[in-house]
């Protein structure tokens, strides 16, 4: 995801998850596709450290696509913490999307 409104709708939808290192929000998107958007700040770190974690968690959704449910839109909000195994972004993103799906989805 790219678009300002694509992340304020998964704000406004007020459904997240907390992963200390990370907070997932989730909202339908309408498509038969999921999506993910990120968002990382300063607080986290220089510009490398920045960059590394959009890496991991990009390559973690790469791995985990097939797994997650279709139709939703995750924007993940990166929290400054010591870089976790690859493993666990991939259980992590997993987790906390069917977590987010709606009860009557």
Do not use: C
């Amino acid at each position: 995801m790219k678009r300002g409104e694509d992340f304020d709708r998964a704000y406004q939808g007020r459904r997240r998850r907390d992963l200390g290192a990370m907070v997932v929000y989730g909202t339908p998107n309408g498509l038969p596709v999921t999506r993910l958007g990120l968002s990382v700040s300063r607080k986290v770190g220089a510009a490398t450290v920045r960059n590394r974690a959009k890496r991991m968690l990009r390559e973690a959704f790469r791995h985990v696509r097939a797994e997650l449910p279709i139709g939703l839109d995750l924007v993940v909000v990166v929290r400054p913490h010591a870089e976790w195994e690859p493993e666990r972004y991939r259980r992590g993103l997993v987790d906390a999307a069917r977590a987010l799906v709606p009860r009557d989805a």
